[in-house]
């Protein structure tokens, strides 16, 4: 294994997931309340209960002081303590922060630390399998005035983030995508074309399942807007559901909210093909395009 690719495993909101579930299970081992613990380190039950869902850094000193209060002793509280510090390493995004904004840059870190993810697309290719230049026109029509360079480092950070999908244990990525993605020409017949011929392979991946809602469906599908719903290994994480709107992003972590998006998901997966269906699909839109 590369050191690129345990950078991709380890990644710092990972890294946080892992060590907010150890400082949960040891606090309720221990029968002590989110607001006792809160207490001990100056801060709140609400602090608490974000450092448990690993949705902010660590300071040591919190986690020495946790710790103590859960009387963990050596050598489990340096291997802790180790895993905070590397918990704070900046992330690979944190370099793309000039361009993307901090909502997003939060995103990607759901993303890597994921191990299920489900995607619903109406108007575009998901980001994750967007080839350079379909991602290119992409970004020239949802950024027209930003300069060439701008776009260009927005095309690194999505071909960096798509490495999560070939790694060694990467998640699995299930993407439902109306047909109107497929017919809608992003940069012209060539770029399609390869475009296209990238999902094809992508389709092969044992990670990787699509799935295409078809026009003859005749209703619109479930939303239209994408959304995304992350899982995590960890049980006693909540799914995380984000929808990206033009001035920000919404993430959605309790259960009523994430239940909608679980039915809207689940109604996308019924209207579509079936996936043993997906290749044949793809080779018409293909040949489609080539006419």
Sequence with gaps: MTSADQDYRSGPTALRIQLGVQL??????????REAAGWEIRGSESKISRMELGRVPFKER???????????????????????RRANTPAWWRQFGEVVPQWYLSYLGLEEAASLIRAYEAHFVPGLLQTPDYARAVLRREHPAAPAAEIERRIELRRNRQRVLTRPDPPHFWAVLDEAVLRREIGGRNVMRAQVGALLEAAQRPNVRLQIVPFHQGAAGPADFPFAIMRFSEP????????????????LDKPGDVERYLVAMERACLEAEPPERTVALLDDALHQIAR
């Design 236 to 251: 006693e994480l909540p799914d995380v559901v984000y929808v990206e709107q033009l001035t920000g992003a919404i993430y």
């Design 62 to 84: 919190d986690v020495a002081d946790l710790l103590t209060l859960y009387g963990v002793g050596e050598p489990q509280a340096t291997a802790l303590l180790e895993l905070a």
């Design 24 to 33: 949960r299970r040891l606090r309720q081992a221990r029968g002590i309340s």
